[in-house]
């Protein structure tokens, strides 16, 4: 299922951007993920858990920093729905957050989220701008 550890596991051929700032990032997250992930099965205690799952979300608010800046500097013409998608993302994850504070775990739908995060977000989304500001770059190159 959407949970099992393989699922949250950096993986270059899959994930990959061909952007070393940002693929360096993601690798980050997706072992942040994987952290969170790791304790929820070995049933750590809230502490522990709020904790990872604060390192995550800092994270993941300073990568989508990261990335619009990215955007913005080759004028990826998706910009703004990209970054509400990553406000999106932070204000979901906030409600786990808060669920996690109130009671101690974390439910199989934070995983699920985490999932779609992954493959919906990271490996699509994302690469849909990497694969433009390469266009662009390519474009440059040969004028
Ligand atoms: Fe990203
Ligand atoms: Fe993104």
Known sequence: ?????????????????DIPAIDREHESLVEL?????????A???????CAALGD??????RHFATEEAYMARTAYAELAGH????????ERAGTFAAEL???GTLSHEFFDFLAVW?????AGLD????????????RTATR
């Open 33 to 41: 993920m994987g952290t969170v992930h790791t304790l929820h099965q």
């Open 43 to 49: 049933q750590a205690g809230r502490a522990a858990l």
């Open 127 to 138: 690469a849909q701008y990497a694969v433009d500001s390469a266009g662009a770059a390519a």
């Open 83 to 90: 970054a509400r998608l990553h406000q999106q993302i932070l």
């Open 56 to 61: 995550l979300l800092a994270f993941a608010r």
């Open 1 to 17: 299922m959407a949970h099992t550890l393989e699922f949250i596991k950096w993986d270059r051929a899959r994930y990959g951007l």
């Open 101 to 103: 504070e109130r009671t």
């Open 118 to 122: 992954l493959h919906g977000h990271m």
